[in-house]
């Protein structure tokens, strides 16, 4: 196989997945649409020849697969499996799920209502509970690593309120697995104190240096998904990933009101005030405190969304991912 050319329909992969059609492709590897012997849809993620070459990318590939089974939560995407076949594929198989990238819906809408966002965050914040609760740390939360499932409810589910989307962590291909106990010289992919993950939403800490990074810059990194998704841009615009290192810093970042020309009301200025606090002592603790306090925040802005009140839009969003050019991380696949 050439080193980025997808694969054929009808191509089976790990001797049981029947490849159906290609559903994106990066720099890493693609992602197939494909089918078990019993019928069974799931999505395949097939590492590309000439990536499956790089050790470092390699190890990521395992990694991710390796790590995302520790996690059982209905809010992160399942691994299924994962191996090299005959013909020498790195795989890894997930559920198939059908809806589309929170990243895509913001490049379509620009912004979204509090009443949009709210769900949006909550099931993204159980999501992390879970992956925390596992010793994981994710280090890429971001809009793209955040899947909108629409999903067909059942009567008893509709009258139990369920929702009709879930919001499922992806990726986690760059995450971090914490040691119970501490150990020496444990190998990992940054031993070299690499920067990784997207700098547009990365915590200053991690700007730093990703290696001895917690679960407090994943809620940093969630904090400015919801400001960007309800902002219409990001805490921080800059044109390079050096401006936006600069802004994260030396500043604290802008309220929504500072944003957009718009009053907000003080709960969630204070919400996201705290869980993007440059100094991470002064964040939530944990991903449950966060969730917590975002369920007194959904109670005290209720039902009704809020919407804007100027006649001025806010302006242009900031690129929504400043990575490789100084980090040489491939965090877009």
Request: charged letters at 25%; a negative charge.
């Given at each position: 196989?050439?080193?980025?050319?997808?694969?054929?329909?009808?191509?089976?992969?790990?001797?049981?997945?029947?490849?159906?059609?290609?559903?994106?492709?990066?720099?890493?590897?693609?992602?197939?649409?494909?089918?078990?012997?019993?019928?069974?849809?799931?999505?395949?993620?097939?590492?590309?020849?000439?990536?499956?070459?790089?050790?470092?990318?390699?190890?990521?590939?395992?990694?991710?697969?390796?790590?995302?089974?520790?996690?059982?939560?209905?809010?992160?995407?399942?691994?299924?499996?994962?191996?090299?076949?005959?013909?020498?594929?790195?795989?890894?198989?997930?559920?198939?799920?059908?809806?589309?990238?929170?990243?895509?819906?913001?490049?379509?809408?620009?912004?979204?209502?509090?009443?949009?966002?709210?769900?949006?965050?909550?099931?993204?914040?159980?999501?992390?509970?879970?992956?925390?609760?596992?010793?994981?740390?994710?280090?890429?939360?971001?809009?793209?690593?955040?899947?909108?499932?629409?999903?067909?409810?059942?009567?008893?589910?509709?009258?139990?309120?369920?929702?009709?989307?879930?919001?499922?962590?992806?990726?986690?291909?760059?995450?971090?697995?914490?040691?119970?106990?501490?150990?020496?010289?444990?190998?990992?992919?940054?031993?070299?104190?690499?920067?990784?993950?997207?700098?547009?939403?990365?915590?200053?800490?991690?700007?730093?240096?990703?290696?001895?990074?917690?679960?407090?810059?994943?809620?940093?990194?969630?904090?400015?998904?919801?400001?960007r998704a309800l902002a219409g841009r990001l805490p921080f615009d800059g044109a390079n990933a050096l401006t936006l290192i600069a802004?994260?810093?030396?500043?604290?970042?802008?309220?929504?009101?500072?944003?957009?020309?718009?009053?907000?009301?003080?709960?969630?200025?204070?919400?996201?005030?705290?869980?993007?606090?440059?100094?991470?002592?002064?964040?939530?603790a944990s991903a449950s405190e966060a969730l917590e306090e975002w369920r007194n925040v959904c109670g005290v802005m209720g039902d009704?969304?809020?919407?804007?009140?100027?006649?001025?839009?806010?302006?242009?969003?900031?690129?929504?991912?400043?990575?490789?050019?100084?980090?040489?991380?491939?965090?877009?696949?």
């Amino acid at each position: 196989m050439a080193s980025t050319s997808a694969l054929a329909p009808g191509s089976v992969v790990g001797g049981i997945y029947k490849i159906r059609r290609l559903i994106g492709q990066g720099g890493m590897g693609g992602v197939y649409a494909a089918e078990r012997p019993d019928g069974e849809e799931v999505a395949i993620k097939v590492l590309h020849e000439r990536a499956a070459k790089d050790p470092g990318l390699v190890a990521r590939f395992n990694r991710e697969a390796s790590i995302a089974k520790e996690i059982r939560s209905p809010f992160v995407a399942a691994v299924l499996g994962a191996g090299k076949d005959n013909d020498g594929h790195l795989w890894i198989a997930f559920e198939r799920l059908i809806g589309e990238g929170l990243d895509e819906r913001l490049r379509r809408e620009q912004y979204l209502s509090f009443a949009e966002v709210a769900p949006i965050i909550e099931d993204a914040l159980q999501g992390l509970q879970a992956a925390h609760a596992a010793r994981v740390v994710h280090r890429d939360i971001k809009p793209a690593n955040l899947y909108i499932e629409r999903r067909e409810l059942s009567p008893q589910e509709i009258a139990a309120g369920e929702h009709d989307e879930r919001t499922r962590i992806l990726d986690f291909g760059v995450s971090k697995m914490k040691a119970a106990t501490p150990r020496r010289n444990e190998p990992s992919l940054t031993a070299f104190d690499a920067t990784l993950g997207s700098f547009a939403y990365m915590a200053p800490e991690q700007v730093r240096g990703s290696a001895r990074v917690d679960g407090r810059a994943d809620l940093y990194a969630l904090g400015a998904v919801a400001f960007r998704a309800l902002a219409g841009r990001l805490p921080f615009d800059g044109a390079n990933a050096l401006t936006l290192i600069a802004l994260k810093l030396d500043r604290d970042p802008p309220t929504l009101a500072q944003a957009t020309g718009e009053i907000w009301p003080a709960a969630i200025e204070r919400f996201l005030s705290k869980i993007m606090a440059r100094d991470r002592d002064k964040r939530f603790a944990s991903a449950s405190e966060a969730l917590e306090e975002w369920r007194n925040v959904c109670g005290v802005m209720g039902d009704s969304p809020h919407h804007r009140h100027s006649s001025a839009p806010p302006g242009p969003p900031a690129p929504d991912d400043v990575t490789e050019a100084v980090s040489g991380t491939h965090s877009d696949e």
